[in-house]
């Protein structure tokens, strides 16, 4: 066990900043615990051993975000390759298996003159408490803090939270010196911490890339808090964990009150414990608050509570939502509140980003990741993301719980298969994977947006299962677990599945084994319904987060991955316009496909956002990421694709013959709980935009339903490029009609 062990003090509590909050903020503030955010400029230097503490500091930096930003900037800076990466650019014959060779048992290489980067900020401490502790809410590459002077203590996983007792070394009222060094790479940590494993990101990034907060009270402390909701009961299970750090026994109450967030209005009765503790000792106690008549939360209605939890000391605020979220291997489901619930979104690769020369501070601003995750998400009538290979600040799991969003939270761990993936997985150990994901789950537990813990992606790593069932009890929601290709570790756990049609085409004489392959055709969409080859046989429920190989950069170019497609589909069309316009066809249209055959309780595609640069593998769809203006073809089509009321035109002839009778499959499905009535049109539409042929048919679905209509048309008479659409347009209420369409060219029977 590591050595940070010693000196943590694990606190998880959501201290309320929002308007909706701020009576019961005031309220605990009238109890024992202060709680002062240390976010804000802070000075920073850089060093190559470990304890070279500068004396002298000429750099500032923002707290939280990253290096990169710092003022004036470190020469450098992220400049490290993994050997995941490295693995990758042999597969791909960009570099000799001898240059990687090169760098023996080394994790990667570093391409700066640097080792440790050194955070240094002043703070004036509050009135003389018994207890005081430092939260570092997420850091990277390790981290180790010094107050005043006095190490006081380090923590080296790079994705949770630590908490650290500074009670010894803290200044009462009066100035404090704190410094917190973190690796300026991953190749400073432990060989058996997880630093994150990705074989298509470039460059790595350090920083403290989330809350710093000082709290302060008295004994016993509340150093865990976790609220599960029991929808059958009404009532919430309150877990709390206390720990006294006072020599002498203590008794106390333990109470517990519940509070609707917004408005403040009481939502349950007061009910307390009494519960003694021994100096030093720790002590878990469990309370059932009833809450009558409880609101539950969804995407469609985030309603959230605060329990407010009370010892003789200390006082804690705890943020949660009255939901229950499971999947169904029997009927194959995700199910929300007892109800199927349909997925709809798609990915965010957060540390990808963070090495985008547009990234800067932009993660960490209020309003950009408000349009982020919600006003963008409702147009495209998303109500869900896969947070992809890495974590994201707290606060942007704060705004999915106001907002409405259910979050697939996968922890950063892809190790591949024949990318050398059978070495890697040597690398993680079983207990420090244990400590590691019980430290992410404790962080993340009481957010009722985060509705998967996923273990991992594209991942073979035999024993994983049982990583995952030692910590499962720990979360008393009982989530389901994602095990990427290991195979569900549940009985009702889903699975992933990646589907990516044109990989063959793309990668064929880049990736060895692909040559020779067979070359998909989006005709052969015809003759399918559900998963193609999929890597995870299975007859659990299925979720498709990754689908869609056709990557673009944000100017138009094809990524390292896409560059032999669009020349092979466009020939001497080949310019940046229409590729964006050939992206956007193939994904809605492949989303309606995924979508509409119900194989899938999820469909999400990948990737909203990434990085954009010339080396890049996969890329997003901002034309503006600063402004997230997307790509208009991108934002039309894909805006269609995911509308509730899908619609799927099952036709990928590129040409039929004039004036011919033909009989055409239309797939619709309803991700809604209630009945949907209307028309579906089905037509051919000229050049001008002026519709020659039609024929219309009224539709009915059930809640939830879906269904394929047929119908049976003459092809207009005249030849030329026409679009086919399939227009649902709903009768029973204002909805806008959901288009499938397609291009065909018409020739005359002679000709053909």
Known sequence: MRARKKWLVVVCCLALVCAGGARLQAAAADQHRTTISLDGQWQ????????????????????????????????????????????????????????????????GVSHQKRNYFWYRRTFIAPARNQVALLRVNKAQFGTVVYLNGTRIGEHDPCFTSATFDVTKAIHWNAANDLVIRVGAHPGVLPPNVVCGTDFEKWRWTPGIYDDVTLMTMSNPVISIVQAAPRLAQSAALVQTELHNYADQAITTKVTQQVHEWKSGARASDRIETEVSLSPGETKTITQLVAIPKAHLWSPEDPFLYTVTTTTAGDTALTRFGMRDFHFDTVTQRAYLNGRPYFLRGSNITLHRFFEDPESGTLPWNDAWVHRLLVTIPKQMHWNAFRFCIGPVPDRWLQIADEAGLLIQNEYFVWVGNSWGGDDFAKQYNPQEMTEEYTEWMRDNWNHPSVGIWDADNESWLPGWDKIINKVRPLDLSNRPWENSYNGPAGANDPVEDHQYLEMWTAMKDIWPG??????????????????????????????????????????????????????????????????FKMQAYILGSETEFWRAYRHYAGVLHFVYLTSDGPKEFTSDHWRNVKTLELNPYFAREMEQAFKPLGVYLDFWQPKLTAGELHRFNIAMVNDEDRQRNGKLRLSFVDASGKEIADEEVPFSLEPLGADTFYLEMKVPEASGSYSLRAVATPVDDAGSPTISHRDVILEAAAAK
């Open 44 to 107: 920073i230097e850089d060093s190559i051993r470990p304890d070279a503490m500068p004396t002298r500091y000429t750099h500032h930096v923002p707290v939280p975000g990253l290096a990169h930003s710092a003022e004036p900037g470190f020469a450098d800076v992220d400049q490290y390759q993994s050997r995941q990466l490295l693995n990758n650019l042999v597969r791909q014959r960009l570099l000799s298996p001898a240059e990687l060779a090169k760098i023996g048992d080394a994790r």
């Open 514 to 579: 692909t040559s020779g392959e067979h070359e998909f055709t989006m005709p052969e969409l015809e003759q399918l319904s559900g998963p193609v080859g999929s890597s995870n046989k299975t007859a659990h429920a299925m979720i498709i987060n990754e689908y869609g190989w056709v990557w673009l950069l944000r100017n138009g170019d094809p990524t390292v991955m896409t560059k032999r497609l669009y020349s092979k589909l466009l020939g001497d069309k080949d310019t940046a316009e229409n590729r």
